[in-house]
């Protein structure tokens, strides 16, 4: 099954996302298929980039969004 999650990615106390389409068996951090967009929580106001129609495209090929992940985007509207 393809989730769509946050992969850490920054220094120690430095937190930065990517948010990637991901087999949901390999780790956090690790293989990934396809990166959709950006968190960055560390700016005021904090940096959200996504690139929708990816996202969608992923979601309608039976991909599920992490609880994170869903938050994120519907913070987007």
Known sequence: ???IRLTRSGSKKRPFYRIVAADSRSPRDGKFL?????????K???????????VQDWID???????R????ILSLN
């Open 44 to 54: 005021n106001p904090h940096v959200l980039e996504v690139k929708k129609d990816r």
């Open 34 to 42: 396809e990166i959709l967009g950006f968190y960055d929580p560390r």
């Open 1 to 3: 099954m393809v989730k």
């Open 69 to 72: 992940v869903e938050k994120l």
């Open 61 to 67: 090929k039976g991909a599920q969004p992490s609880v």
